[in-house]
């Protein structure tokens, strides 16, 4: 009992470092999935996040697909939100301000239909005291037939480059799980992206055998949950083993388990995103497994595991 005693009053060190900012734990909460991160705020104490990201941002105002735009799968979740957003005007008029009073490192996602758009939304948040930004290059390049960014190394390495040249605070790419992904993660670390996010939703579809048509009006949509984790662990390891980049594991993420899998991988932090929609307190769970985990296996700095996983 004296043992036991002693290991659970041993402090653990949860930090973790993404570029120039320092997290007080791995836990990000993901893009889009409580849109700003306030309605959360409402069962969940968002300071014990190590940060949150928001819902992508764009230059304009988007008012996404038409409904339905999200279908349950097993173990999963397909949606189609089509990157609703008010707009950067009214992001830094009405909503930074709301969001500057929670006591949690900020990071907003940008993306925009060409690299103009990218650099304006940039730009636009430098006068707001957000600590990073995720850039989406999942997204349409107008410019190139509609082709995604992320499936072109070429491209990103120049936005990437243009970004950095303006942004001076953290810069995390989320990278597309299809394509040419470890050439395209490459491209963005050259190019000086300070982190990758690694990965956005597969490519899904979800069928009504009823009415002969996908249960989603866009069609296709993005797969994200449980069903994923397998997937993306795999592409955390690859980067990781290849790269040797600063990773933040996005995909499937339920419990403590799941977290020291995706930092065993390879991943530095991790992304908590469809788990919340079950429950919106999992992150504080979370927290409590990953302690727990690590008084079990007598590791008590986390950024230690990073990368550990034994062949």
């Known amino acids: 009992m004296e043992n036991t005693s002693k290991e659970a009053q041993v402090k653990l060190d949860l ?3 993404l570029g120039p ?3 007080q734990n791995p836990l990000l909460l993901a893009s889009g999935t409580w849109g700003f ?3 959360l705020s409402s069962y969940l104490d968002l300071s014990i996040l190590g940060a949150l990201v928001t819902k992508g941002i764009s230059l304009h105002p988007r008012p996404g697909n038409p409904p339905p735009r999200i279908a349950e799968t097993p173990c999963g979740l397909v949606n189609a939100i089509g ?3 008010p707009g950067l005007e009214i992001f830094k008029r009405d909503i930074w301000p709301r969001l500057a009073c929670f006591k949690v490192p900020l990071l907003v996602n940008v993306f925009g239909q060409n690299v103009e758009e990218y650099l304006a939304v940039v730009e636009g948040l ?3 005291k957000i600590q990073g930004i995720e850039v989406n290059i999942s997204c349409p390049n107008v410019k190139k037939g509609g082709l995604q960014f992320g499936q072109d190394p070429k491209t990103v390495a120049l936005l990437i480059k243009d ?3 303006i942004w001076p605070r953290l810069l995390v790419v989320k990278l597309s799980p299809v394509g040419p992904v470890f050439e395209v993660a490459e491209s963005a670390l050259d190019a000086g992206a300070d982190a990758l996010t690694v990965a956005n939703t597969y490519p899904a579809l979800v069928v009504d055998v009823i009415r002969r048509k996908p249960d989603i009006a866009a069609g296709f949509g993005g797969l994200s949950g449980p069903a994923i984790k397998p997937l993306t662990l795999r592409l955390v390891r690859e980067i990781y083993r290849r790269l040797k980049a600063p990773i933040i594991g996005c995909g499937g993420i339920t419990s403590g388990q799941d977290v020291l899998a995706y ?3 390879g991943a530095k932090a991790v992304q908590i995103g469809t788990a919340t929609l079950l429950d919106p307190m999992a992150p504080a769970r979370i927290l409590e497994e990953i302690e727990d985990l690590l008084r079990q296996i007598h590791e008590y700095r986390l950024a230690q595991l990073t990368g550990e996983l034994q062949d």
């Open 15 to 17: 930090s973790v470092s």
């Open 21 to 23: 900012l320092r997290l």
């Open 37 to 39: 991160g306030e309605g």
């Open 83 to 85: 990157l609703e957003n």
């Open 126 to 128: 430098l006068e707001t």
């Open 163 to 165: 970004i950095r040249d």
């Open 263 to 265: 930092i065993l991988a």
